[in-house]
């Protein structure tokens, strides 16, 4: 067996091994693959339909930040998850090159399958509920379109899932073989690497970590200015203004390391902690968001994009109404809300609650350490369910602070009162749905080790 062969045996060998790990995301990559298929079939059903044209091109822009942001936090996540791992086959006398190469080649695996898998679905099932999706008055002649699938396009999609899983991969592969086993093999299963050790460069990683968010901030300066003094109903200029969540969106999820546990920190402060499950469940949450924001970043970036969009629409709506134009409308219709903001949401949704079950054997880990130092049961759950309740609010605090500063600057371009049409029902209702996900999956494990933790015997409630 040669060395390709044998690299090409080990990939899928430690696939199979660590499938638990990597089912996560595999599901992040189907949905991706999903997503990414309706946008696909539309634009391959241009031809009978030309207005689908840019209903494709819409889902793709409003899904690809969601999909960057998701996609990247699950493919750190995966390669964090088995550093043990790969400390023990440096014990092994794996090259950190092999090692980094093999990570990739997992990556891209899972990436390009879960997305064929993704497709294959939306191909099954796009026919069905084409009709369902466009069933709003306005795109009643679109509903009767005969829609192709787009298999001659399906390839870019897998393609595309594999590249995004391999770049937000890309850090976590290197240090996967460069990280000393020793420094590897004393770190928790989800922890950071030691700040202290020279293959991190903590400083270095946070200056290109904002160095990259600036991309997406000077995007965002650009549109915001060009607003200024166009006219909102004739000018082409005012066409970016639904894009301004977006950017405000790619920005936050490239530099959510940095801001998500300083949110947090900020805002827990100030609140007691007296009480003891709230003492764990805050000193629990601050752990795993220097770890990983993988839990907490697709709800914001959600949250972001469909709040914000929302309220630009409606901030438009209420310009046309105060200056009398009755020949426009700027109301999204069930079939708009369902296209721009579908693809978002179920990436989101599948990217936090995937986050946890790829993280479910260290949270078993702790509330089995809990009971083993003497803690209720009753306190460790309550302990999760503060910590489920934590991630929730600082996540929709992120999401609002995106949306804010989007509909402040439409509004005070358009010439209105700032947040005039600001509306937080959509950002509830994304949290709710992402409180929902965290809870079943983060309350399932803790529950099951509370019950069964190896032997240990548990102390009485009433103890």
Request: net charge positive.
């Amino acid at each position: 067996m040669d060395g390709g062969q044998q690299m090409t045996h080990l990939v899928f060998a430690e696939l199979r091994r660590n499938a638990a790990t990597w089912a996560g995301a595999f599901a992040v990559a189907v949905a991706c693959g999903f997503v990414g298929g309706w946008g696909a079939s539309m634009l391959a059903t241009t031809h009978a339909q030309t207005s689908l044209g840019f209903w494709g091109d819409m889902v793709l822009a409003f899904s690809a930040p969601s999909a960057a942001a998701v996609v990247s936090s699950a493919s750190r996540l995966a390669v964090v998850a088995q550093r043990r791992s790969f400390a023990l086959w440096q014990l092994a006398n794996v090259s950190p090159r092999l090692i980094a190469r093999i990570v990739r080649a997992q990556l891209a695996t899972v990436g390009f399958v879960g997305a064929a898998f993704g497709t294959a679905l939306e191909a099954a099932s796009v026919r069905p509920l084409f009709p369902l999706v466009f069933c709003s008055p306005y795109y009643q002649t679109i509903s009767h379109t005969t829609v192709d699938v787009g298999l001659p396009l399906m390839p870019w999609i897998w393609l595309g899932s594999a590249a995004v899983f391999v770049l937000g991969g890309a850090r976590s592969a290197r240090l996967a073989g460069t990280t000393p086993p020793i420094a590897a093999l004393q770190t928790a299963d989800d922890g950071p690497l030691p700040s202290g050790h020279p293959g991190t460069r903590p400083h270095g990683a946070r200056i290109r970590r904002a160095a990259a968010a600036l991309v997406p901030m000077a995007l965002f300066g650009l549109a915001s200015s060009s607003l200024y003094g166009a006219d909102p109903t004739s000018s082409s200029q005012w066409s970016v203004s639904p894009f301004l969540p977006l950017l405000a969106s790619a920005a936050f999820a490239v530099a959510a390391p940095l801001l998500l546990p300083s949110l947090f920190a900020a805002w827990t402060r100030p609140i007691p902690q007296r009480c003891t499950p709230w003492m764990l469940a805050r000193a629990s949450a601050r752990h795993s968001l220097t770890s990983s924001t993988a839990m907490e970043v697709p709800v914001a970036v959600g949250i972001g994009v469909v709040c914000g969009v929302s309220s630009i629409s409606d901030t438009l709506q209420e310009y046309i109404a105060r200056n009398g134009i009755v020949d426009m409308a700027a109301s999204l219709d069930f079939t708009s809300m369902l296209l721009l903001f579908g693809g978002p949401v179920i990436l989101c949704a599948v990217g936090a609650a995937s986050s946890v079950i790829m993280t479910s054997r260290a949270l078993t880990n702790d509330a089995r350490l809990l009971a083993a130092c003497g803690a209720r049961r009753t306190t460790i759950v309550a302990a999760r369910v503060l910590e489920v309740v934590a991630h929730t609010v600082n996540a929709l605090i992120a999401g609002l602070l995106i949306a804010l500063v989007s509909d402040a600057v439409v509004s005070t371009a358009a010439g209105l009162p700032a947040l005039c049409g600001f509306s937080p029902i959509p950002a509830m209702a994304i949290a709710a749905l992402g409180l929902l996900l965290l809870a079943s999956s983060m309350l399932a494990p803790t529950v099951a080790a509370v019950r069964s933790p190896y032997g240990i015997p548990m102390p009485n409630d009433a103890a």
